[in-house]
């Protein structure tokens, strides 16, 4: 096999080309043709068991429960979200689209948590009709609306309340800031002498007799490989459950840690493992608890990205090949080689929109030629649509290669477009030698079809 940032299921063929469970990546372009989304679902299943199997351990150790939500946001098919809910996951959503997509999927109400720091009465009353295990909120507004909305239905809607606890994460490191400037969840700062706006939030959520604080929700980054931000949030919403304690008499069940486990995207990049992290958090709430007197809750977490992310690739045909001389800054030239594949900016706007470095691989055969410093580049009209910034394929790269980008099951499909007027590729799921369509190619008659002339 062929190791991180791939899937699981990927190795090289004896001739060279790449096989994702069993399946020729030459075959599944033949049939799908490029760009595709593959999907390695034994990887997926996995690594969705080994997030939920290494909580439960390390927070069972403890003496306390944990459940694991899947973030949709990632990616989310109807057959993925089954795939979750068969391996003991339940389902994060933030949309009405999302909860959509987890209920065709059959995954009970109870099972399913909505997100969103601007959610509409349309969305709420789905999931207070759906009856969704949690509703997490995000402003003293939408408490508001959500209990209006649950005393029209003549039901009390189970909430959490979102807070920022002033630590962010992503990448290597983690910073703690007192007052947030961005737009999810509530402060627990208060500003000098008032009272937080996490606190008031929670006080009011408990006056309403519409609603049942469940809990409350921390959420600080993504792609996050240092676990120490992780521990920071846990103890700052330990405390201010503690303090609603106190203020109200009301100990409240849960917490959830939000989503944000970084993963391997280049060889040599080591992903956060979820045992290791799992018993750091579970030892240092735990820990915490004991300083406060408090007993420990009931936890959750929403990883996306670390379930589907290393599951997944995009398979591209390569267009054009053109060597081309740039300067470098001590004023040497060197020649970089842009390789041009059939999608782009549209399929994975995230090496546009964040700088996310990949890694690529020609997979349709082997070659034995030297290797020389590519940029992988889409087909858009704008010269940030690059795919891969910087990798070493080799010298003899053609028209017609198959090249695979590794590691894009997250975030990529999610986050597609049609800019250009693409049609978005298909969504191709591989298990045990076969292949299945999990969401098709969209057509040109699907993009004019929603063009009322
Ligand atoms: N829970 C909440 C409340 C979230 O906001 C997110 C991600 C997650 C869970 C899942 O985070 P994950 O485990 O996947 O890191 N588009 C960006 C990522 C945005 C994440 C937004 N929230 C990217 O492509 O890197």
């Given amino acids: 096999m062929t190791g991180a940032p791939w899937s699981t299921g990927v190795g090289r063929l004896p001739d060279g ?42 927070f069972g150790a403890v003496g306390a429960g944990v459940d694991v939500y899947y973030a949709g946001k990632a990616l989310l098919t109807v057959a993925v979200a089954r795939w979750a809910r068969e391996e003991g996951l339940r389902v994060d959503t933030a949309s009405s689209g999302e909860l959509a997509v987890a209920l065709r999927a059959e995954v009970p109400g109870a099972e399913i948590g909505l997100h969103g720091n601007n959610k509409s009465d349309a969305e709420i009353l789905r999931a207070l009709d759906a009856g969704v295990g949690r509703i997490i909120v995000d402003s ?98 330990l405390r201010l459950r503690a303090d609603l304690s106190e203020r109200s008499g009301v100990l409240v069940d849960e917490v959830d840690l939000g989503g944000g486990y970084g993963i391997a995207y280049l060889p040599g990049d080591v992903a956060l493992d979820p045992e290791r992290v799992a018993k750091d958090i579970a030892q240092s709430v735990s820990g915490v608890c004991q300083e406060l007197g408090t007993s420990l809750p009931r936890f959750s977490i929403e990883p996306g990205r670390a379930i589907v992310g290393p599951a997944g690739l995009t398979l591209y045909t390569v267009g054009t090949v053109k060597p081309v001389t740039v300067s470098a800054d001590d004023g040497a030239d060197f020649t970089r080689t842009y390789v041009s594949v059939d999608g782009g900016m549209s399929d994975n706007i995230r090496p546009a929109l964040y700088g996310a470095a990949y890694h690529a691989e020609i997979v349709g055969r082997s070659s034995a030629a030297e290797t020389v410093l590519a940029r992988v580049v889409g087909k858009h009209c704008e010269s940030g649509d690059i795919v891969v910034h910087e990798v070493q394929l080799p010298a003899d790269v053609r028209a017609g290669d198959l090249l695979a980008v590794a590691a894009t099951g997250a975030y990529g499909r999610s986050m597609a477009s049609n800019y250009n007027m693409l049609p978005r590729p298909p969504v191709l799921a591989v298990s045990d030698g076969a292949s299945r369509v999990l969401v098709r190619r969209e057509t040109e008659d699907d993009l004019l079809g929603l063009d009322q002339g």
């Fill in 17 to 58: 080309a790449l096989a994702v469970a069993g399946v020729d990546v030459r075959d599944l372009v033949a049939e799908h043709g490029t760009p595709a989304y593959v999907l390695d679902e034994a990887d997926f299943r996995m690594r969705a068991h080994a997030y939920r199997t290494a909580f439960e351990a390390a």
């Fill in 140 to 237: 003293l507004v939408e408490i508001e609306r959500v209990a209006r909305l649950a005393g029209e239905r003549g039901v009390v809607a189970p909430v959490m309340v979102r807070v920022t606890t002033g630590v962010h994460a992503g990448g290597h490191e983690y910073i703690a800031t007192a007052h947030e400037d961005q737009k999810f969840g509530l402060s627990v700062n208060a500003a000098d002498g008032a009272e937080s706006p996490a606190m008031a939030a929670l006080l009011e959520v408990l006056k309403h007799p519409e609603l049942r604080l469940l809990g409350i929700h921390s959420h600080i980054g993504s792609q996050i490989l240092d676990p120490d931000g992780f521990e920071a949030a846990a103890r700052v919403v």
